[in-house]
């Protein structure tokens, strides 16, 4: 591709919501409140105040996150970088990049800075086109072939809709 052709492709833009709003069964939540009433008792028991007191926190977070409607956020890949909201990623801050689509469970990219102290970005993709998306950042970017699934903590999350 020659440099003009790169300058005349559109940048690429798409909304998708902050956090994932899962449909969770009446049996999730008691398995899951026995789980975190469990763990409150041990760590009552074991005079591990400091365990009890995230346990109340993570239960609260994942309250206010049920009962709240997740906001839009704005993803734009352009020529000069990302934009996640109001926060710009110059191309020379990202390592690499993969996409894992696999439709209609995951649709996911994922970027990994130069800076092992931020964590691995992972954007929703939605209906949006990975083809367009991958030929437009490896303009930029070196894709991660070798990454064939999504991280395991996203996995993870997904699996257990936390």
Same mark, same amino acid.
């Given at each position: 591709?020659?440099?003009? $052709? $790169?300058?005349?492709?559109?940048?690429?833009?798409?909304?998708?919501?902050? +956090?994932? *709003? @899962?449909e #969770?069964?009446?049996?999730?939540?008691?398995? =899951?409140?026995?789980? =975190?009433a469990?763990?409150?008792v041990?760590?009552?028991?074991?005079? /591990?105040?400091?365990?009890?007191?995230?346990?109340?926190?993570?239960?609260?977070?994942?309250?206010i /996150? +049920? @009962?709240?409607?997740? %906001?839009?956020?704005?993803?734009?890949?352009? +020529?000069?970088?990302?934009?996640?909201? &109001?926060? @710009?990623?110059k191309?020379?801050?990202?390592? /690499?990049?993969?996409?894992?689509?696999?439709?209609?469970?995951? *649709?996911?990219?994922?970027?990994?800075?130069?800076? /092992?102290?931020?964590?691995?970005?992972s954007?929703?993709?939605?209906? &949006?086109?990975?083809?367009?998306? %991958? =030929?437009?950042? #490896?303009q930029?970017? !070196? !894709?991660?072939?070798? $990454?064939?699934? &999504?991280?395991?903590?996203?996995?993870m999350?997904r699996?257990?809709?936390?």
């Amino acid at each position: 591709m020659t440099e003009d $052709q $790169q300058k005349t492709m559109e940048p690429l833009s798409w909304s998708f919501p902050e +956090h994932e *709003k @899962h449909e #969770r069964s009446r049996r999730w939540y008691i398995i =899951a409140g026995l789980i =975190a009433a469990f763990l409150f008792v041990y760590a009552l028991l074991t005079s /591990n105040w400091l365990f009890a007191l995230i346990i109340i926190m993570v239960i609260m977070v994942m309250f206010i /996150n +049920h @009962h709240s409607e997740p %906001r839009p956020i704005e993803f734009i890949i352009d +020529h000069e970088g990302i934009k996640l909201g &109001e926060k @710009h990623y110059k191309y020379k801050d990202i390592k /690499n990049f993969w996409i894992i689509y696999e439709p209609p469970t995951v *649709k996911k990219i994922f970027f990994v800075f130069m800076s /092992n102290t931020k964590p691995i970005l992972s954007i929703p993709i939605g209906e &949006e086109n990975p083809v367009d998306i %991958r =030929a437009f950042l #490896r303009q930029y970017l !070196e !894709e991660d072939l070798d $990454q064939e699934a &999504e991280p395991f903590s996203e996995a993870m999350g997904r699996i257990l809709k936390i």
